[in-house]
């Protein structure tokens, strides 16, 4: 088959790989429904995280089982299943606990830029749908798979709630879900923090209520004035950069709380100043499996439409497009057919 | 009148100081029933914290009212208060948002070891008891107002609740405070960590189910056999140093809880370390102020002893032997006499 392969930064090819074959009894082998390119695909692909080895990417899918190994009993061939970008058992203390993303067998999905994936724990990752959904549902259910399903933790970790006052650092992807996630869970008030016209527009139609253009100390300061020197209730960090960890902080009140999903890069916290500042912090790889069943189900009923941030649809075959148009913000998200 | 003057390292003395004065309208002038000294004293002390001048020590106070205000309304004289180390107002936004230790008026109480002080703000900062206690419940009254108070926040902060498994990191007054408080809020198990055998007593006594005086990497992984290798639903950080901070987060599960209540001393945190950790974190200087009715409460109906932590009684005059004792840890706690 033909699958997306990293070979260097600013080399993405779709090239002839083997097949996927089960090789363990808890391993299903899912034939893709559509797949797409993360934010966090561009690390690598921007030389910003080394390479050990020409690298099988994507890690965000969903599809119809075609193959179950001997012991997987809770999905079967034929189902159309959506699993998280983290592998999880689904059984042991800290998945049952809420964390799946951090399963003591906690494993980081690849290779599902393909038509065909291996996914281990088939079990404990995948989430089967009642009924094969039409083609239209594909996107809004792929992005269960990790972008909403990470939006929608960054507002859990910020503990939002009815009635809440919301800002949202970040206006990729996950951050216009983390914008969905506080919408549904409630927030009267949510401000997004966005350059970006298009991004703004759709910040909007999720359901923001304000949109705050400034960065840094100017934006830190116009969240200030609509929250009438208060600060957020809560404050989603999507970017991970000390600049918008900082920004975060600053936005949120005393007593208030950062849910933090971008990938620290380079981010150094100071102790005494998160003592004085009082802000509560939860973060992480994103325990998506612990949302998905009800996330599936909002899509499936219409709830909600977050496949909305694929404003690019290519073909397999042109993955290496995908990848430029997201690292130049030509696009906010690839989804791509298989 | 004669109170504690921090004249450099190590130079406390007992000396002639005017008394206090009502200097605004929303001030109080308290009588002393009993006053002591806190573990943050010895920072100074210590010569750790930089002094602009002879400082007028103290911060844990109660007492009767002399005199109020022209606009104090909810105490008068006569009556027996507590007040929170944190001066509030008791009415802004953060307060009412239960972080009174982030009001908008914050200061920090100071004068306090001595026959008389100032308190501002006295609405926002000061309970009155329904009547005046006994003498031998002035220990635990006052013990409210700092040490049980910070150590109750830790357990709030570190989401202690029915049935948690928690670590207290510092067996200090405030960690043996916190043990206390994860008992009341209904821990199944407590883990004090705690190399003295008098402070290993008292934290029995308090409600420690398991004591391990191991401390870094090999108390972490007693902590860590103690709880199945799982790590605790919620860790107490009552000292405030790389080290015992390091600990408390290696001791707590992914998607537990770290309440720190040490001031920072040089203590600075990774993110992406912290991301991965997936430890949801709260700290800073306690809102007494949101606690303190409850905790009366608790005392006056002799529900719980926090006063045992005072295994020191002086008169104000031996003030300097007190802060002796506690900076060679010969005291857990000094209570001062006045």
């Known amino acids: 088959m033909r699958a997306a392969v990293l070979h260097g930064p600013g080399d993405i090819r779709c090239e002839d790989v083997p097949e996927p074959k089960i090789l363990f009894p808890t391993d299903a082998i899912i034939k893709l429904s559509a797949t797409c390119i993360c934010g966090s695909d561009l690390w690598p692909y921007r030389g910003l995280q080394d390479l050990s080895g020409p690298m099988h990417m ?107 006052t919301v800002v949202v650092v970040g206006d990729g992807a996950v951050g216009l879900m983390g914008v969905l996630a506080a919408k549904e869970m409630g927030a009267e008030r949510t401000i997004a923090m966005s350059r970006h016209e298009s991004r703004q527009d759709l910040a909007r139609g999720y359901g923001a209520t304000d949109i705050v253009a400034e960065r840094g100390d100017e934006g830190v300061a116009l969240v200030l004035e609509l929250t009438k020197g208060v600060g957020a209730d809560s404050v ?22 950062v849910g933090y999903v971008g990938v620290p890069h380079g981010v150094a916290l100071d102790g005494r100043q998160l003592f004085y500042g009082q802000k509560r912090m939860l973060g992480g790889p994103a325990p998506v499996r612990r949302f998905l069943p009800d996330l599936m189900d909002r899509v499936l009923k219409g709830k909600i439409k977050p496949g909305k941030v694929f404003d690019l649809e290519l073909p397999l075959a042109e993955v290496a497009e995908g990848y430029r148009a997201m690292d130049e913000r030509r696009a906010i998200k690839a989804l791509l057919k298989v």
Chains 1, 2 share one sequence.
């Open 58 to 164: 994507g890690h965000e899918y969903c599809g119809i089982v075609v193959e179950a190994g001997a012991e997987v009993r809770t999905v079967r061939p034929g189902q159309f299943v959506v699993g998280s970008f983290c592998i999880s058992d689904n059984t042991c203390p800290h998945c049952r606990f809420g964390f799946q993303s951090s399963c003591v067998h906690r494993e980081f999905m690849s290779g599902a830029q393909a038509p065909y994936a291996r996914v281990p724990l088939a079990d404990g990752t995948l989430v089967a749908a009642s009924e094969t959904p039409s083609d239209d549902l594909v996107p809004h259910l792929l992005a269960t798979s990790d972008v909403l399903g990470t939006g929608w933790y960054a507002a859990d970790a910020a503990d939002v709630r009815e009635g809440s």
């Open 236 to 257: 989603l960090e999507c970017v991970g950069t000390p600049e918008s960890m900082a920004q975060a902080l600053a936005c949120a009140r005393p007593g208030g709380t």
